[in-house]
Protein backbone atom coordinates (compact mmCIF):
# COMPACT_ATOMS: atom_id res chain seq x y z
CA UNK A 1 0.00 0.00 0.00
CA UNK A 2 3.00 2.42 1.15
CA UNK A 3 4.22 1.61 -2.41
CA UNK A 4 1.45 2.41 -4.35
CA UNK A 5 0.90 5.94 -1.94
CA UNK A 6 4.33 6.97 -3.59
CA UNK A 7 3.76 5.82 -6.68
CA UNK A 8 0.47 8.52 -7.11
CA UNK A 9 2.36 11.07 -5.04
CA UNK A 10 5.18 10.45 -8.04
CA UNK A 11 2.86 10.78 -10.68
CA UNK A 12 1.45 13.72 -9.09
CA UNK A 13 4.85 15.50 -9.00
CA UNK A 14 5.36 14.39 -12.30
CA UNK A 15 1.86 16.13 -13.44
CA UNK A 16 2.77 19.40 -11.37
CA UNK A 17 6.13 19.49 -13.27
CA UNK A 18 4.46 19.36 -16.08
CA UNK A 19 2.41 21.39 -16.57
CA UNK A 20 5.02 24.45 -14.14
CA UNK A 21 7.53 24.14 -16.83
CA UNK A 22 4.89 24.17 -19.67
CA UNK A 23 3.42 27.46 -17.99
CA UNK A 24 7.07 29.06 -18.05
CA UNK A 25 7.62 27.99 -21.44
CA UNK A 26 4.23 29.95 -22.52
CA UNK A 27 6.02 33.04 -20.57
CA UNK A 28 8.71 33.57 -22.37
CA UNK A 29 6.46 34.61 -25.97
CA UNK A 30 3.23 35.78 -23.70
CA UNK A 31 6.15 38.34 -22.12
CA UNK A 32 7.29 39.18 -25.65
CA UNK A 33 3.63 40.14 -26.73
CA UNK A 34 3.30 41.99 -23.73
CA UNK A 35 6.44 43.87 -24.87
CA UNK A 36 5.37 44.49 -28.22
CA UNK A 37 2.04 45.61 -26.94
CA UNK A 38 3.52 48.36 -25.01
CA UNK A 39 5.39 49.34 -27.75
CA UNK A 40 1.85 49.18 -30.01
CA UNK A 41 -0.29 51.22 -27.50
CA UNK A 42 2.36 53.86 -27.03
CA UNK A 43 2.40 53.62 -31.40
CA UNK A 44 -1.22 53.55 -31.35
CA UNK A 45 -2.19 56.31 -29.13
CA UNK A 46 0.00 58.88 -30.79
CA UNK A 47 -1.23 58.08 -34.56
CA UNK A 48 -5.02 58.85 -32.84
CA UNK A 49 -6.22 61.94 -34.81
CA UNK A 50 -6.97 63.79 -31.23
CA UNK A 51 -3.45 63.40 -30.38
CA UNK A 52 -2.25 64.43 -33.44
CA UNK A 53 -4.08 67.37 -33.64
CA UNK A 54 -2.67 68.87 -29.99
CA UNK A 55 0.91 67.55 -30.83
CA UNK A 56 1.12 68.71 -34.66
CA UNK A 57 4.82 67.60 -34.46
CA UNK A 58 3.86 63.68 -34.82
CA UNK A 59 2.37 64.62 -38.85
CA UNK A 60 6.28 65.48 -39.63
CA UNK A 61 7.37 63.29 -42.52
CA UNK A 62 9.84 61.26 -40.53
CA UNK A 63 8.79 61.41 -37.08
CA UNK A 64 5.19 59.98 -38.23
CA UNK A 65 7.21 57.21 -40.48
CA UNK A 66 9.02 56.12 -36.77
CA UNK A 67 5.47 55.90 -35.36
CA UNK A 68 4.27 54.03 -37.72
CA UNK A 69 6.82 51.63 -38.30
CA UNK A 70 7.04 51.15 -34.76
CA UNK A 71 3.46 50.40 -35.46
CA UNK A 72 4.07 47.63 -37.83
CA UNK A 73 6.70 45.80 -36.56
CA UNK A 74 5.21 45.41 -32.89
CA UNK A 75 1.95 44.13 -34.27
CA UNK A 76 3.76 41.83 -36.84
CA UNK A 77 4.11 39.56 -33.25
CA UNK A 78 1.28 38.80 -32.81
CA UNK A 79 0.89 36.59 -35.98
CA UNK A 80 3.39 34.08 -35.15
CA UNK A 81 2.16 32.95 -31.93
CA UNK A 82 1.92 29.79 -32.61
CA UNK A 83 5.30 29.29 -34.33
CA UNK A 84 6.60 30.87 -31.36
CA UNK A 85 5.13 28.65 -29.31
CA UNK A 86 6.39 25.72 -30.45
CA UNK A 87 9.77 27.23 -30.31
CA UNK A 88 9.10 28.26 -26.19
CA UNK A 89 7.95 25.01 -25.09
CA UNK A 90 10.34 23.10 -26.66
CA UNK A 91 13.04 25.16 -25.52
CA UNK A 92 11.42 25.39 -22.15
CA UNK A 93 10.51 21.53 -21.86
CA UNK A 94 14.47 20.20 -22.86
CA UNK A 95 16.60 19.18 -20.21
CA UNK A 96 19.09 19.49 -21.88
CA UNK A 97 20.61 21.17 -25.64
CA UNK A 98 17.94 23.48 -25.24
CA UNK A 99 19.15 25.54 -28.65
CA UNK A 100 19.11 21.99 -30.18
CA UNK A 101 15.16 21.12 -29.29
CA UNK A 102 13.88 25.04 -29.99
CA UNK A 103 15.32 24.65 -33.60
CA UNK A 104 13.46 21.36 -34.18
CA UNK A 105 10.50 23.00 -32.52
CA UNK A 106 10.20 25.25 -35.38
CA UNK A 107 10.94 22.37 -38.02
CA UNK A 108 8.04 20.26 -36.14
CA UNK A 109 5.54 22.77 -36.70
CA UNK A 110 6.83 23.66 -39.94
CA UNK A 111 6.41 19.75 -40.95
CA UNK A 112 2.99 20.28 -39.33
CA UNK A 113 2.34 22.87 -41.66
CA UNK A 114 2.86 21.10 -44.77
CA UNK A 115 1.72 17.57 -43.50
CA UNK A 116 -1.88 19.70 -42.84
CA UNK A 117 -1.73 21.06 -45.94
CA UNK A 118 -1.11 18.25 -48.21
CA UNK A 119 -3.94 15.99 -46.25
CA UNK A 120 -6.43 19.12 -47.05
CA UNK A 121 -5.11 19.18 -50.50
CA UNK A 122 -5.67 15.35 -51.14
CA UNK A 123 -9.16 14.87 -51.92
CA UNK A 124 -9.43 12.10 -48.83
CA UNK A 125 -12.19 14.37 -47.74
CA UNK A 126 -14.28 17.60 -47.80
CA UNK A 127 -12.44 19.50 -45.49
CA UNK A 128 -14.37 23.14 -46.67
CA UNK A 129 -15.66 23.23 -42.71
CA UNK A 130 -12.37 23.72 -41.69
CA UNK A 131 -10.35 27.25 -41.21
CA UNK A 132 -7.88 27.30 -43.54
CA UNK A 133 -5.39 30.45 -43.52
CA UNK A 134 -1.89 30.74 -45.51
CA UNK A 135 0.48 30.11 -42.21
CA UNK A 136 4.26 30.84 -43.18
CA UNK A 137 3.84 30.55 -46.98
CA UNK A 138 1.83 27.47 -46.64
CA UNK A 139 -2.17 27.41 -47.32
CA UNK A 140 -2.75 24.62 -44.55
CA UNK A 141 -5.15 24.02 -41.39
CA UNK A 142 -5.12 27.04 -38.92
CA UNK A 143 -5.55 25.49 -35.27
CA UNK A 144 -4.20 28.87 -34.07
CA UNK A 145 -1.89 28.48 -30.99
CA UNK A 146 -3.20 25.21 -30.20
CA UNK A 147 -0.94 23.78 -33.08
CA UNK A 148 2.29 25.23 -31.16
CA UNK A 149 1.34 24.01 -28.27
CA UNK A 150 1.06 20.75 -29.63
CA UNK A 151 4.46 20.67 -31.86
CA UNK A 152 6.33 21.79 -28.75
CA UNK A 153 5.47 19.38 -26.41
CA UNK A 154 5.72 16.55 -28.93
CA UNK A 155 9.59 18.15 -29.79
CA UNK A 156 10.25 18.41 -26.40
CA UNK A 157 9.25 15.18 -25.34
CA UNK A 158 11.12 13.40 -28.51
CA UNK A 159 14.15 15.63 -27.95
CA UNK A 160 14.37 14.53 -24.03
CA UNK A 161 14.30 10.81 -25.14
CA UNK A 162 16.58 10.11 -28.99
CA UNK A 163 18.74 13.64 -27.88
CA UNK A 164 21.34 11.17 -26.93
CA UNK A 165 21.12 8.01 -29.17
CA UNK A 166 23.77 6.35 -30.60
CA UNK A 167 23.87 4.10 -33.83
CA UNK A 168 26.59 1.68 -35.29
CA UNK A 169 29.76 3.43 -36.51
CA UNK A 170 28.64 3.04 -40.07
CA UNK A 171 25.24 5.56 -39.94
CA UNK A 172 26.50 6.65 -36.33
CA UNK A 173 26.35 10.34 -38.09
CA UNK A 174 22.45 10.30 -37.85
CA UNK A 175 22.69 9.61 -34.35
CA UNK A 176 22.13 12.35 -31.69
CA UNK A 177 20.82 16.18 -32.50
CA UNK A 178 20.59 14.87 -36.10
CA UNK A 179 18.24 11.88 -35.17
CA UNK A 180 16.14 14.06 -33.01
CA UNK A 181 15.64 16.47 -36.28
CA UNK A 182 14.88 12.78 -37.87
CA UNK A 183 12.37 11.75 -35.82
CA UNK A 184 10.43 15.16 -35.32
CA UNK A 185 10.00 15.31 -38.92
CA UNK A 186 8.14 11.91 -39.20
CA UNK A 187 5.98 12.55 -36.01
CA UNK A 188 4.77 15.71 -36.96
CA UNK A 189 3.82 14.95 -40.55
CA UNK A 190 1.86 11.69 -38.78
CA UNK A 191 0.43 14.42 -36.43
CA UNK A 192 -0.44 16.65 -39.57
CA UNK A 193 -1.72 14.19 -41.99
CA UNK A 194 -4.21 13.69 -38.77
CA UNK A 195 -4.95 17.35 -37.46
CA UNK A 196 -7.43 17.59 -40.30
CA UNK A 197 -9.48 14.65 -39.85
CA UNK A 198 -9.80 15.32 -35.59
CA UNK A 199 -9.60 18.97 -35.88
CA UNK A 200 -13.50 19.37 -36.02
CA UNK A 201 -14.51 18.19 -33.46
CA UNK A 202 -11.68 19.14 -31.00
CA UNK A 203 -12.18 22.33 -32.18
CA UNK A 204 -15.89 22.76 -31.33
CA UNK A 205 -14.97 21.08 -27.34
CA UNK A 206 -12.82 24.16 -27.22
CA UNK A 207 -15.48 26.44 -28.27
CA UNK A 208 -18.01 25.69 -26.63
CA UNK A 209 -15.85 26.00 -23.56
CA UNK A 210 -15.44 29.54 -24.34
CA UNK A 211 -19.30 30.01 -25.34
CA UNK A 212 -19.74 28.32 -21.89
CA UNK A 213 -17.28 30.73 -20.27
CA UNK A 214 -18.86 34.06 -21.95
CA UNK A 215 -22.53 32.85 -21.13
CA UNK A 216 -22.07 32.67 -17.78
CA UNK A 217 -21.63 36.40 -17.85
CA UNK A 218 -19.52 38.14 -14.63
CA UNK A 219 -19.57 35.52 -12.57
CA UNK A 220 -17.18 33.30 -15.30
CA UNK A 221 -15.20 36.72 -14.68
CA UNK A 222 -15.03 36.38 -11.31
CA UNK A 223 -14.11 32.90 -11.52
CA UNK A 224 -11.22 33.26 -13.80
CA UNK A 225 -9.82 36.29 -12.06
CA UNK A 226 -10.53 34.00 -8.39
CA UNK A 227 -8.37 31.32 -10.01
CA UNK A 228 -6.08 33.15 -11.79
CA UNK A 229 -4.92 34.64 -7.97
CA UNK A 230 -5.08 31.34 -6.35
CA UNK A 231 -2.96 29.66 -8.95
CA UNK A 232 0.16 32.11 -7.98
CA UNK A 233 1.71 29.62 -5.48
CA UNK A 234 1.78 26.87 -7.76
CA UNK A 235 2.73 28.50 -11.03
CA UNK A 236 0.08 27.36 -12.77
CA UNK A 237 -1.57 30.74 -13.73
CA UNK A 238 0.80 30.94 -17.04
CA UNK A 239 -1.23 28.07 -18.13
CA UNK A 240 -4.58 29.43 -17.65
CA UNK A 241 -3.37 33.00 -19.13
CA UNK A 242 -2.05 31.78 -22.05
CA UNK A 243 -4.72 29.58 -22.88
CA UNK A 244 -7.60 32.04 -22.49
CA UNK A 245 -5.03 34.71 -24.25
CA UNK A 246 -4.19 32.40 -27.82
CA UNK A 247 -6.93 30.14 -27.64
CA UNK A 248 -10.95 30.37 -28.82
CA UNK A 249 -11.38 30.04 -24.92
CA UNK A 250 -10.54 33.44 -24.40
CA UNK A 251 -12.77 33.99 -27.20
CA UNK A 252 -13.15 34.59 -31.19
CA UNK A 253 -13.14 37.58 -33.46
CA UNK A 254 -13.52 37.74 -36.79
CA UNK A 255 -11.60 34.22 -37.40
CA UNK A 256 -8.97 35.60 -34.37
CA UNK A 257 -8.34 33.27 -31.50
CA UNK A 258 -7.45 34.43 -27.94
CA UNK A 259 -8.32 37.67 -26.17
CA UNK A 260 -5.14 38.95 -26.30
CA UNK A 261 -4.33 38.19 -29.54
CA UNK A 262 -7.96 39.84 -30.49
CA UNK A 263 -7.34 42.97 -28.73
CA UNK A 264 -3.46 43.52 -30.24
CA UNK A 265 -4.70 42.75 -33.22
CA UNK A 266 -7.87 44.90 -33.67
CA UNK A 267 -7.48 47.77 -31.51
CA UNK A 268 -6.68 49.94 -34.00
CA UNK A 269 -9.17 48.56 -36.62
CA UNK A 270 -12.66 48.83 -35.03
CA UNK A 271 -14.44 51.06 -32.47
CA UNK A 272 -12.79 50.01 -28.87
CA UNK A 273 -16.15 48.88 -27.57
CA UNK A 274 -16.23 45.83 -29.37
CA UNK A 275 -13.24 44.43 -27.90
CA UNK A 276 -14.98 44.86 -24.19
CA UNK A 277 -16.00 40.75 -24.39
CA UNK A 278 -12.35 40.30 -24.30
CA UNK A 279 -10.47 42.86 -22.55
CA UNK A 280 -12.13 41.47 -19.35
CA UNK A 281 -9.73 38.91 -19.17
CA UNK A 282 -6.63 41.33 -19.92
CA UNK A 283 -5.38 43.69 -17.51
CA UNK A 284 -7.97 46.08 -16.88
CA UNK A 285 -9.14 43.54 -14.32
CA UNK A 286 -5.96 43.51 -12.23
CA UNK A 287 -5.69 47.16 -11.80
CA UNK A 288 -7.66 47.94 -8.86
CA UNK A 289 -6.13 45.29 -7.14
CA UNK A 290 -2.52 45.69 -8.15
CA UNK A 291 -2.32 49.59 -7.96
CA UNK A 292 -4.10 49.93 -5.02
CA UNK A 293 -5.25 46.87 -2.97
CA UNK A 294 -1.37 45.09 -2.83
CA UNK A 295 0.03 48.62 -1.93
CA UNK A 296 -2.32 49.09 1.07
CA UNK A 297 -2.01 45.40 2.34
CA UNK A 298 1.71 46.17 2.23
CA UNK A 299 1.25 49.03 4.57
CA UNK A 300 -0.79 47.05 6.53
CA UNK A 301 2.11 44.41 7.11
CA UNK A 302 4.54 47.03 7.80
CA UNK A 303 2.08 48.38 10.48
CA UNK A 304 1.77 45.24 12.35
CA UNK A 305 5.77 44.03 12.39
CA UNK A 306 7.36 43.85 15.53
CA UNK A 307 9.65 47.11 15.62
CA UNK A 308 12.70 45.29 15.76
CA UNK A 309 11.36 43.77 12.34
CA UNK A 310 10.17 47.41 10.68
CA UNK A 311 13.33 48.47 8.82
CA UNK A 312 13.75 45.12 7.23
CA UNK A 313 10.07 44.65 6.56
CA UNK A 314 9.81 47.90 4.99
CA UNK A 315 12.63 47.75 2.58
CA UNK A 316 10.77 44.50 1.51
CA UNK A 317 7.46 46.28 1.10
CA UNK A 318 8.79 49.25 -0.68
CA UNK A 319 10.31 47.20 -3.42
CA UNK A 320 7.39 45.01 -3.71
CA UNK A 321 4.84 47.53 -3.99
CA UNK A 322 7.06 49.30 -6.36
CA UNK A 323 6.80 46.40 -9.01
CA UNK A 324 2.99 46.20 -8.19
CA UNK A 325 2.16 49.44 -9.12
CA UNK A 326 4.49 50.06 -12.17
CA UNK A 327 4.48 46.15 -14.01
CA UNK A 328 2.15 44.51 -12.23
CA UNK A 329 4.07 41.84 -10.87
CA UNK A 330 2.72 40.75 -7.32
CA UNK A 331 4.23 38.17 -6.40
CA UNK A 332 7.40 39.52 -4.24
CA UNK A 333 4.40 40.97 -1.96
CA UNK A 334 1.85 37.97 -2.72
CA UNK A 335 4.87 35.69 -0.87
CA UNK A 336 5.30 37.92 2.02
CA UNK A 337 2.10 36.66 3.41
CA UNK A 338 0.97 33.61 1.50
CA UNK A 339 2.35 30.73 3.70
CA UNK A 340 2.30 32.96 7.38
CA UNK A 341 -1.77 33.59 6.57
CA UNK A 342 -3.29 31.66 3.88
CA UNK A 343 -6.98 32.75 5.21
CA UNK A 344 -5.22 36.39 3.53
CA UNK A 345 -4.11 34.47 0.65
CA UNK A 346 -7.58 33.38 0.06
CA UNK A 347 -9.22 36.69 0.50
CA UNK A 348 -7.01 38.10 -2.32
CA UNK A 349 -7.76 35.41 -4.78
CA UNK A 350 -11.79 36.91 -3.47
CA UNK A 351 -10.80 40.26 -4.02
CA UNK A 352 -8.53 39.70 -7.51
CA UNK A 353 -12.12 37.79 -8.83
CA UNK A 354 -14.14 40.84 -7.35
CA UNK A 355 -11.72 43.48 -9.04
CA UNK A 356 -11.78 41.52 -12.56
CA UNK A 357 -15.89 41.09 -12.01
CA UNK A 358 -15.90 44.86 -11.22
CA UNK A 359 -14.02 46.38 -14.23
CA UNK A 360 -16.28 43.92 -16.71
CA UNK A 361 -19.08 45.73 -14.87
CA UNK A 362 -18.69 48.93 -15.14
CA UNK A 363 -17.34 48.45 -19.17
CA UNK A 364 -13.86 49.16 -18.88
CA UNK A 365 -11.86 48.35 -21.88
CA UNK A 366 -7.99 48.35 -21.02
CA UNK A 367 -5.95 45.57 -22.93
CA UNK A 368 -2.38 43.46 -22.64
CA UNK A 369 -1.96 41.82 -20.07
CA UNK A 370 -0.23 43.91 -17.27
CA UNK A 371 -2.10 44.88 -13.99
CA UNK A 372 0.30 48.11 -13.82
CA UNK A 373 0.89 51.73 -13.94
CA UNK A 374 2.22 51.30 -17.89
CA UNK A 375 -0.51 49.30 -19.04
CA UNK A 376 -3.04 51.39 -17.07
CA UNK A 377 -1.69 54.80 -18.74
CA UNK A 378 -0.71 53.60 -22.73
CA UNK A 379 -4.08 51.48 -23.27
CA UNK A 380 -6.63 53.02 -20.46
CA UNK A 381 -5.35 56.87 -19.95
CA UNK A 382 -4.18 57.28 -23.79
CA UNK A 383 -7.21 54.92 -25.28
CA UNK A 384 -10.23 57.54 -25.83
CA UNK A 385 -13.37 54.98 -24.77
CA UNK A 386 -11.74 52.89 -22.33
CA UNK A 387 -13.42 54.09 -19.65
CA UNK A 388 -10.20 54.38 -17.42
CA UNK A 389 -11.42 56.34 -14.77
CA UNK A 390 -12.94 53.77 -13.16
CA UNK A 391 -9.96 52.65 -12.10
CA UNK A 392 -9.53 55.67 -10.39
CA UNK A 393 -12.67 55.54 -8.78
CA UNK A 394 -12.77 51.64 -7.45
CA UNK A 395 -8.87 51.81 -6.14
CA UNK A 396 -9.57 53.58 -3.31
CA UNK A 397 -12.06 51.66 -1.68
CA UNK A 398 -10.04 48.27 -2.78
CA UNK A 399 -6.93 50.29 -0.44
CA UNK A 400 -9.61 50.44 2.75
CA UNK A 401 -10.85 46.94 2.31
CA UNK A 402 -7.21 45.43 2.25
CA UNK A 403 -5.98 47.42 4.82
CA UNK A 404 -8.27 46.64 7.46
CA UNK A 405 -8.55 43.49 6.91
CA UNK A 406 -4.68 42.66 6.79
CA UNK A 407 -4.00 44.96 9.88
CA UNK A 408 -6.96 43.11 11.71
CA UNK A 409 -5.80 39.73 10.70
CA UNK A 410 -2.26 39.97 11.46
CA UNK A 411 -2.69 41.89 14.71
CA UNK A 412 -5.31 39.15 15.57
CA UNK A 413 -3.25 36.39 14.99
CA UNK A 414 0.14 38.08 15.99
CA UNK A 415 1.90 37.67 13.03
CA UNK A 416 4.63 39.25 10.84
CA UNK A 417 6.24 38.77 7.74
CA UNK A 418 8.97 36.36 8.01
CA UNK A 419 12.23 38.33 6.95
CA UNK A 420 15.83 37.38 7.79
CA UNK A 421 17.77 38.40 10.47
CA UNK A 422 20.37 39.58 8.48
CA UNK A 423 20.24 42.42 5.73
CA UNK A 424 20.26 40.63 2.18
CA UNK A 425 23.85 40.57 0.70
CA UNK A 426 25.70 41.96 3.90
CA UNK A 427 28.80 39.98 3.30
CA UNK A 428 29.68 40.85 0.36
CA UNK A 429 32.28 42.79 0.05
CA UNK A 430 33.35 43.12 -3.48
CA UNK A 431 34.53 45.86 -4.76
CA UNK A 432 32.82 46.22 -8.66
CA UNK A 433 29.11 45.18 -9.48
CA UNK A 434 30.53 42.33 -11.55
CA UNK A 435 31.95 41.03 -8.64
CA UNK A 436 29.28 41.22 -6.08
CA UNK A 437 26.56 39.51 -8.61
CA UNK A 438 29.41 36.87 -9.20
CA UNK A 439 29.80 36.06 -5.03
CA UNK A 440 25.91 36.74 -4.42
CA UNK A 441 25.49 33.99 -7.21
CA UNK A 442 27.34 31.45 -5.79
CA UNK A 443 25.76 32.17 -2.19
CA UNK A 444 22.84 30.95 -4.15
CA UNK A 445 23.89 27.83 -5.12
CA UNK A 446 25.62 27.66 -1.64
CA UNK A 447 21.94 27.73 -0.12
CA UNK A 448 20.70 25.64 -2.96
CA UNK A 449 23.33 22.64 -1.83
CA UNK A 450 26.04 23.00 -3.90
CA UNK A 451 27.23 22.77 -7.11
CA UNK A 452 26.35 18.96 -7.16
CA UNK A 453 22.96 19.03 -5.92
CA UNK A 454 21.83 21.62 -8.86
CA UNK A 455 20.55 19.67 -12.13
CA UNK A 456 19.34 22.26 -13.84
CA UNK A 457 18.23 26.79 -13.30
CA UNK A 458 15.50 28.69 -15.67
CA UNK A 459 13.28 31.19 -14.13
CA UNK A 460 9.65 33.30 -15.19
CA UNK A 461 9.35 36.59 -14.68
CA UNK A 462 9.72 36.23 -10.68
CA UNK A 463 10.88 33.16 -9.95
CA UNK A 464 14.13 31.17 -9.99
CA UNK A 465 13.15 27.79 -10.76
CA UNK A 466 15.59 25.14 -9.64
CA UNK A 467 16.07 21.31 -10.24
CA UNK A 468 17.68 19.52 -7.35
CA UNK A 469 18.52 16.08 -6.44
CA UNK A 470 18.50 16.73 -2.34
CA UNK A 471 15.43 18.54 -1.13
CA UNK A 472 17.29 18.09 2.37
CA UNK A 473 20.14 20.35 1.25
CA UNK A 474 18.32 23.11 0.62
CA UNK A 475 19.12 26.21 3.21
CA UNK A 476 16.34 28.73 3.14
CA UNK A 477 17.64 30.74 5.57
CA UNK A 478 20.93 31.38 3.39
CA UNK A 479 18.40 32.48 0.71
CA UNK A 480 16.70 34.34 2.54
CA UNK A 481 20.28 36.46 3.39
CA UNK A 482 20.06 36.26 -0.65
CA UNK A 483 17.28 38.45 -0.90
CA UNK A 484 14.51 35.31 -1.30
CA UNK A 485 11.43 36.65 -0.73
CA UNK A 486 9.23 33.19 -1.03
CA UNK A 487 9.74 29.64 -1.54
CA UNK A 488 7.48 26.96 -3.23
CA UNK A 489 8.55 23.20 -3.33
CA UNK A 490 6.45 21.90 -6.55
CA UNK A 491 7.94 18.39 -5.79
CA UNK A 492 10.84 16.31 -4.19
CA UNK A 493 13.03 17.57 -6.91
CA UNK A 494 12.20 21.00 -7.66
CA UNK A 495 12.14 24.49 -6.18
CA UNK A 496 10.90 28.21 -6.82
CA UNK A 497 12.76 31.24 -4.93
CA UNK A 498 10.98 34.14 -5.38
CA UNK A 499 13.75 37.36 -6.12
CA UNK A 500 10.90 39.59 -8.15
CA UNK A 501 11.95 41.86 -11.18
CA UNK A 502 15.33 41.12 -10.93
CA UNK A 503 15.53 36.90 -11.12
CA UNK A 504 16.52 36.89 -14.85
CA UNK A 505 20.05 38.93 -14.02
CA UNK A 506 20.24 36.17 -10.70
CA UNK A 507 19.53 32.95 -13.10
CA UNK A 508 22.08 34.27 -15.51
CA UNK A 509 24.88 34.80 -12.54
CA UNK A 510 23.70 31.31 -11.16
CA UNK A 511 24.34 29.55 -14.42
CA UNK A 512 27.48 31.42 -15.52
CA UNK A 513 28.48 30.14 -11.83
CA UNK A 514 27.65 26.58 -12.76
CA UNK A 515 29.16 26.73 -16.29
CA UNK A 516 25.26 25.85 -17.55
Known amino acids: MPAAGEDIIMKKNRVMDFFSALGRS?????????????????????????????APFLQQGLVYFIIFTLNKVSSVVFTLIPVLFSISISFGLAKEEKEIAAFAGFIGYY??????????????????????????????????????????????SLHNRYHKVTFPVAISFYGGKRFVAIVVIMAMAVVGLAAPIIWSPVSMVIDGMGGLISATGLAGVFGYGFLERLLIPTGLHHVLNGIFRTTSIGGTYEG??????????????????????????????????????????????????????????????IAGVAASIVS?????????????????????????????????????????????LIDFLIWGVFQP????????????FFSLIYYYVFKSYLTKKQLSVDVSDEEPETDIQESTMEDKQHALAIRIIEGLGGHNNVSAVNNCLTRLRVDIK????????????????????SSDIHIQVIYGPKVEGIASNVREVLKY
Open 328 to 372: GITEPLEFSFMFIAPPLFLFHAVMGGLSFMLMAAFKVVIGNTGGG
Open 385 to 396: GSRWYWVIITGP
Open 26 to 54: LLMPIAALAACGIVLGLTSALMKAQVQAA
Open 111 to 156: TFLVASSCMINSGFMNFGALKISTILGVETLDMGAVAGILSGIITA
Open 470 to 489: DMGLVNEELLKKTGAMGFVR
Open 256 to 317: VEGCLNIFLQFVDKVDISELRPFTVFLGQGKMPMMMFGLPAAALAIYKTSPPEKKNRVKALM
